[in-house]
């Protein structure tokens, strides 16, 4: 679809109302806020009327927003429809299951899963959507996707089902320019810094949309701290990279191996009651599962309860 699609439209309304603030909104949806503005009034002067009612937070579609909300919204299910129609003729005689996953997620977890599963249905086609959880949660409501697998299920949409596996733990990457930094040690003992002061650090960070994002933003606003980021990026891996290569502090899932080097930044495992994530895959509330469905839940229950308890 051009960027200019409906769908994209309704992704931007959807996040300008989440965050009542264009700046904010523009920031998560990674376009620049002059354009989310010129998007928004395009379309208001082409329907001569105001979508969002800015006059006081948080923002409110207006009456006739609604309207063209519900509009948008017609649109992508019939949109979707329409794909599992093509999709379903394309592939005449198989079984098509589309599953929504952060990239660096599943480069963990589905090698975990997807080798026994189609070992035993080998006729099965699969489809990978590798995007931000954010949009592959909207791809899952509108249908789009039958699951998304994920990370952090304390947000997920009441309209979907989950199974749910956790708790795993994260690790801090201290530098050697970091201030915390301890000379020679490659593991630092749990319990020896509070999250507050690992907070207060110069941080790299994954970009909002990301579940290990959220997180950490939530903790921010509890502690109250204003956070010196020194970079973001969508990509986990990249974080990693430029913490171990002291450019700040960052947090990694335990699904990221990191292998300790003195010399240059200490490991520290937060605990979990301060910090930690959980594994889930989900599906719409309204979708029936089949044999291969329920087949695809117990492949991803099984794969990564085998390697949780071959880290303990």
């Not at 948080?58 to 519900?70: H, M, N, S, V």
Request: net charge negative; aromatic share 8%.
């Amino acid at each position: 679809m051009s960027q200019n699609s409906p769908q994209n439209t309704l992704y931007y309304i959807d996040a300008i109302l989440k965050y009542s603030n264009y700046g904010k909104a523009a920031k998560a949806l990674y376009v620049s806020q002059p354009y989310l503005t010129q998007v928004i009034k395009r379309v208001e002067k082409q329907l001569e009327c105001e979508l969002i009612n800015r006059s006081e937070l948080p923002y409110r579609l207006t009456e006739q927003g609604k309207i063209y909300y519900e509009y948008l919204t017609s649109l992508e299910n019939r949109y979707s429809r329409f794909l599992r129609e093509i999709s379903a003729i394309a592939n005449l005689g198989k079984q098509v299951i589309k599953i929504g996953i952060l990239p660096s997620l599943g480069t963990y977890l589905l090698p975990l899963l997807l080798p026994h599963f189609l070992k035993n249905y080998p006729d099965c086609k699969l489809e990978l959507s590798e995007d931000l959880p954010e949009k592959n949660e909207k791809r899952a409501l509108s249908g789009e996707l039958d699951f998304w697998i994920g990370q952090n299920s304390r947000n997920i949409s009441p309209n979907l089902s989950s199974t749910i596996l956790g708790k795993n733990s994260y690790s801090a990457i201290i530098p050697r320019s970091c201030t915390l930094y301890r000379e020679g040690v490659a593991i630092i003992d749990e319990g020896i810094y509070d999250m507050k002061t690992l907070l207060c650090q110069n941080l790299i960070l994954t970009r909002k949309g990301s579940s290990i994002r959220s997180q950490i933003d939530q903790l921010l606003s509890v502690y109250k701290i204003t956070p010196k980021i020194i970079l973001e990026s969508t990509e986990i891996h990249t974080i990693q990279k430029l913490a171990i290569n002291d450019m700040g502090l960052t947090f990694i899932p335990e699904s990221i191996i990191v292998a300790p080097c003195p010399e240059k930044y200490n490991l520290y495992q937060v605990p979990v009651d301060e910090l930690s994530l959980d594994f889930f895959i989900a599906y719409h509330s309204d979708r029936p599962l089949s044999e291969i469905d329920l087949a695809l839940i117990n492949a991803f229950s099984i794969g990564a309860e085998n390697d949780l308890n071959s880290g303990e």
